[in-house]
């Protein structure tokens, strides 16, 4: 198993890859958040990328909206769900 600061490297990595974000991953803070007032301002698009992108990279499946709304609010909280193991 991965540990997470590792697993957060990759996530930060993988939102600027995929989201084709203006800034570089070491600018995204830990617990910077994502959607939102005050955050990195991603759309529900964007979640939908990072979704298809946890899967693919991490195997984690985000289950239902209510689940995705609490793994996608911060680099923290999705390496703790890739931790877990479960979406």
Do not use: C, H, Y
């Amino acid at each position: 198993m991965e540990d997470l600061k590792s697993i957060k490297e990759k996530i930060k990595t993988m939102l600027v890859e995929n989201l084709m974000l203006q800034v570089s991953a070491a600018e995204i803070a830990d617990n910077q958040l994502l959607f939102g007032p005050g955050s990195l301002g991603l759309d529900s698009v964007d979640a939908l990328q990072i979704v298809v992108a946890l899967e693919k990279n991490f195997g984690l499946k985000v289950a239902d909206p209510v689940a995705a709304k609490e793994i996608l609010q911060s680099v923290d909280t999705m390496a703790a769900a890739v931790q877990r193991g479960k979406g």
